[in-house]
């Protein structure tokens, strides 16, 4: 597909959701950042955040993964990057990314910089951020922990990045704690914050709605960038509820979530798969609640459920930076041809 390598895209999440928008990001421009969630607490990440005090590196590293331009022979470095050991030692279920991310953080004390060093190691032609320079805590309001009648529960707290993704109760609201400075302000990265301030469009989603593409909202420095921002703002669905965090949730439910964290924030387009949205009419007037418009396309792999297809994503996103809509058809989703501004 042909790039507009003038166009400064910026894409916020986490794991693997934010991947598969990189992917399909590369496909339309060279000039990419993404803006990485930094409260994982599990697996190798957990492991050396607890034992280091460092930024989680997991959702990082894959970032840097997905933008490896393997066109430049720079494939062997991902492929190790992404390498986890086996085994019944210490190092069990480590990626060497992971520890390489972690070795740099401890040497330059700057994650930027470090991050910075480790796309020139890649060939990564975009650029890697977390979205707060200091690790974080997800705090989450859940009901049906007790009864599993998730209506009349009384709300309980819960903590942490896998204890929020894996609950079996509902998931109301989240809110951003900071370990190493108790009580205090989540404090955005500087350069996250540019980079929105001066993208052509910004995306937030796919990925763990509560755990990866909310927390970037609750950023108070992040969240002001992403309401000034005069960048197109774009919003990918999930194909699927995830089960812990969004079981039951319908398309629309997810932006309502959004809304009740976010209350300023406006966005111009919804992207949601077509086979995904059992009724489009209600995502379209939930979409209208953000300003935006919903835009049904078939963005999904037909041979992997759950996932994204990046060249149909891509896609998707060219539509939706070039063409307005001007009469929605009653399915909501195809828009005719028309300037965007």
Known sequence: MTQDRHLRAVAL????????????????????TAVVTVADDGGSSGRLRRELGLLPPGDLRQALAALADAENGE??????????FGGNGALTGHAVGNLVLAGLFEV??????????????????????PMSPEPLEIEAEVTGLVTGLTDDDEPRVIRGQV????????????????????????????????????????????????????????????????????????LILNLVPQPGETAGFSPER????????????????????????????????????LGARALLADVADPNVRGLHDPDALAACVREALGHRSVAGDRDGGESREGPWR
């Open 163 to 234: 204890a929020v993704a894996s609950t079996p109760g509902r998931v109301r609201r989240i809110e951003l704690r900071t370990p190493q400075r108790p009580g205090g302000v989540p404090v955005a990265c500087a350069e996250a914050v540019d980079a929105v301030l001066a993208a052509d469009v910004v995306f937030l989603g796919p990925g763990s709605w509560f755990t990866s593409v909310l927390p970037h909202l609750l950023v108070p420095g992040l969240h002001d960038a992403l309401v000034r921002t005069t960048a197109v703002k774009v």
């Open 254 to 289: 997810h932006l309502d979530v959004l809304f009740e964290h976010a209350p300023g924030l406006r966005v111009d387009v919804v992207i949601a798969d077509r086979a995904s949205v059992p009724d489009p009419a209600r995502l379209r007037d939930a979409a209208a609640e």
């Open 13 to 32: 999440g986490g794991g693997h959701g934010l991947q598969a928008t990189l992917t399909a990001l590369r496909r339309v421009t060279t000039d990419i």
């Open 108 to 129: 330059l004390h700057d994650p930027v910089v470090a991050l910075d060093e480790a796309r020139k190691l890649l060939g990564v032609s975009g650029r890697v951020l």
């Open 75 to 84: 494939s062997l470095w991902a492929e190790v990057f992404q390498h986890r």
